[in-house]
């Protein structure tokens, strides 16, 4: 069965430090993969998108990766700040199909 | 630009009480529309998405039901309640076009309790 996996515990980081959040899949030949954050009470908001064709994608402190071969994606902030809490969602969107696929999301901790 | 609207923001219905909840977009035509629900601390579930007016695709067997009257409004409804329909209810929508990637924008959502 199809199967989207995101970090199964919350991570807490110091600020300043990089964080690395990781979203496995597992019977899905994505054509597009996203990155969204969703923060207390509000709705997700997209951050990054990467291409199947792509290796990486960079936005200011956000870099994501893309690796069909390992079927996994990184999503890496660098020099993380207290305002970077939040939960992170992952969405693959397959091939020909009408709708993306959500993870369940990680939280992520900036502690100052 | 484009902008999503919902109402209510808060609703608080006891068990067995009908439902409606709304969702407008502006700023663009014929979306692709979504109703997902997120329970407390979990990921999101989809429950209905629409390609059109009249098109409502299900994906979760419920007591909830989702009509498109109009390009831009998506509606939410239930005839009675259960407990278990309370949760954090988000619309979304995102480009009707195959070479889109479906980047979904969402809506500021409406919190459901039922009591």
């Known amino acids: 069965s199809q199967k989207i996996e995101q970090n199964s515990e919350a991570l807490n980081i110091q600020e300043g430090k990089t964080a690395t959040l990781t979203c496995n899949y597992t019977n899905y030949s994505p054509a597009y993969l996203q990155w969204y954050r969703q923060d207390p009470g509000r709705g997700p908001v997209f951050l990054l998108l990467i291409r199947e064709n792509e290796k990486e994608k960079r936005k200011e402190r956000l870099k994501v990766t893309f690796d069909t071969t390992l079927k996994q994606s990184l999503f890496h902030i660098t020099a993380s700040q207290p305002a970077d809490s939040a939960t992170y969602l992952c969405?693959?969107?397959?091939?020909?199909?009408?709708?993306?696929?959500f993870g369940d999301g990680t939280t992520l901790t900036v502690k100052p | 630009s484009q902008t999503i609207h919902q109402w209510p923001a808060t609703l608080v219905q006891p068990v067995g009480s009908p439902l409606s909840l709304e969702c407008t977009v502006e700023g663009t035509s014929n979306p692709n529309l979504y109703w997902y629900r997120q329970a407390a601390g979990r990921g999101l579930q989809l429950l209905f998405y629409?390609?059109?007016?009249?098109?409502i695709s299900s994906e979760v067997p419920q007591n909830l039901s989702a009509s498109r009257p109009q390009d831009r409004q998506f509606i939410l409804s239930s005839k009675k309640l259960l407990l278990s329909d309370s949760g954090f209810y988000l619309c979304?929508?995102?480009?009707?076009?195959?070479?889109?990637?479906?980047?979904?924008?969402f809506g500021p959502g409406t919190r459901l309790t039922v009591l």
């Open positions: 629409s390609v059109g007016i009249g098109q």
């Open positions: 969405a693959l969107l397959n091939t020909n199909a009408g709708k993306s696929t």
């Open positions: 979304a929508w995102s480009e009707n076009r195959p070479t889109m990637a479906d980047t979904q924008y």
